[in-house]
Each structure stands twice: as structure tokens, then as C-alpha cells.
């Protein structure tokens, strides 16, 4: 059974950074695309960031330039640095990993609170 668990959330004031992690129980080569869905209360989940197996990025045009999704096969984790945060990214961000034949998997979601 493959799982993904995030850590990394917290609370931060408006302007600062956190990175956040997801590690994979296996080896992030089974992986084509991986990345971050967030979701705040009362709104649907949204993309945040993905990263194809290539390193190809893509990212939601209100995070373009502050967020940065990276992937590192030798650790199994995929990172989402996130800088300048604004109280509208406050959401619980969820990893999640696409495996060809096996579907989507989700981790657990982590809370990231931005105060004013």
C-alpha cells in the first residue's frame, strides 16, 4: 500500500515561508505526476502545483512566482516551497501522486495558516 505523508504546515505571518514535504513509501520512479491540491474552508480542492516525472512544473496563476514545487527521486519526497504567503493560501495542502495503471494516491493533508 502505498502512502504519502506531508509534514511541514504550520502558522506564519503574512510575507514568510514555509516548504513543505511529502515522502512516498516507495521509490517516487513508480510516480508519473505528483504535486499539491490545497483546500480552504468552504471552497473545492485546487491545484496547486505539479511535477511530471520529466521535472515539468505547473503551477495555479495565484501562486505563479512565490511557490516552487520540486522532486527528489533519491529521497521519495516531492517539496513545495512557498514564499511570500498571503492569508489567502491558508488551506490544508495535500500531497498527491499519480501511478500509471493504479490511479491517484493522497496523503493525509497538512494545515498551512497564514495570519495578517
Known amino acids: 500500500q502505498v502512502q504519502l505523508v506531508e509534514s511541514g504546515g504550520g502558522l506564519v505571518q503574512a510575507g514568510g515561508s514555509l516548504t513543505l514535504s511529502c515522502a512516498a513509501s516507495?521509490?517516487?520512479?513508480?510516480?508519473?505526476?505528483m504535486g499539491w491540491h490545497r483546500q480552504a474552508p468552504g471552497k473545492q480542492r485546487e491545484l496547486v502545483a505539479a511535477i511530471t516525472s520529466g521535472g515539468t512544473t505547473n503551477y495555479a496563476d495565484s501562486v505563479k512566482g512565490r511557490f516552487t514545487i520540486s522532486r527528489d527521486n533519491a529521497k521519495n519526497t516531492v517539496y513545495l516551497q512557498m514564499n511570500g504567503l498571503k492569508p489567502e493560501d491558508t488551506a490544508v495542502y495535500y500531497c498527491y501522486a499519480d501511478q500509471t495503471r493504479r490511479g491517484r494516491y493522497w496523503g493525509q493533508g497538512t494545515q498551512v495558516t497564514v495570519s495578517s
Open positions: 516507495v521509490s517516487t520512479f513508480n510516480f508519473t505526476d
